[in-house]
């Protein structure tokens, strides 16, 4: 047997980011997290750092640190992110900027950063988190819509650059899901959107693993550039 595989997971103190730690542990994976905050819990096959996944210097360490200690890095999934529920009108600048910096810079940075040390294997795969919100176009959610948005365009574009170095990279669109990052929303808008799915349920971490396991399975080397949507948009 080979050494464990590697996988990178931004914004993993809690929520999704938590659980996917958990389900790859699991597995077996040699997991490394991030998040601004400590954890607290604790595995012997994960190791955490501290840092804001916009900070280009934070980030470029953090993949150094990788890089000295496992030697590679196989998988990468891009999950931290804020949301905001406002009117436009009503949004200040100071949150478009934390947004538009936690959500989309930090994806492209560790996407950037992730692919060149992929690259020197000839083998990679990574995985960044959307939303439904994007092609349900919901008022209020302008600016997260958006930079998740640009989430899907960097992936589109970067599953071409990137294949010839044997690095694919797809995205998920999670429905909501009953975590801190929707607690801000009403409850009746979040019921509105439900009602539109196909489906209509709150989306569940399981959900989202599923599609997540699809993506980075030694099989799925031909799917590149996708972004699949959950619940029936």
């Known amino acids: 047997m080979g050494d464990p595989q590697v996988m990178l997971i931004t914004g993993t103190r809690k929520g999704i980011g938590e659980q996917l730690?958990?389900?790859y542990v699991t597995k077996g994976f040699s997991v490394v997290g991030c998040s601004r905050k400590d954890v607290d819990y604790k595995f012997d096959n994960?190791?955490?750092?501290?840092?804001?996944?916009?900070?280009?210097?934070?980030?470029?360490?953090i993949f150094f640190e990788i890089k000295n200690s496992?030697?590679?890095?196989d998988y990468l999934i891009n999950n931290a992110g804020i949301g905001l529920a406002n009117h436009s009108l009503l949004t200040p600048g100071t949150s478009i900027h934390n947004i538009m910096n936690t959500n989309f810079l930090g994806t492209f940075l560790f996407c950037r950063e992730g692919a060149r040390l992929m690259k020197k294997n000839s083998f990679g795969r990574i995985v960044n988190l959307t939303t439904v919100a994007v092609p349900l176009k919901l008022e209020g959610e302008a600016i997260y819509s958006a930079s998740?948005?640009?989430?899907?365009?960097l992936t589109q574009i970067l599953g071409?650059?990137?294949?010839?170095?044997?690095?694919?990279?797809?995205a998920v669109g999670p429905t909501p899901i009953k975590t801190d990052l929707i607690r801000s929303i009403p409850e009746e808008k979040i019921e509105s959107l439900i009602?539109?799915?196909a489906i209509k349920r709150y989306g569940k971490v399981r959900d989202v693993i599923n599609v997540i396991d699809f993506f980075i399975n030694p099989e799925s080397d031909y799917v590149t550039g996708q972004v699949i949507y959950l619940g029936g948009v």
């Open 148 to 153: 998740k948005a640009a989430i899907n365009s």
């Open 46 to 61: 994960y190791q955490h750092f501290c840092l804001d996944v916009s900070d280009e210097l934070s980030v470029k360490k």
């Open 160 to 170: 071409k650059e990137l294949a010839e170095f044997g690095v694919t990279i797809n």
């Open 21 to 23: 730690v958990k389900h």
């Open 70 to 73: 496992y030697g590679r890095l």
């Open 195 to 197: 009602n539109s799915l």
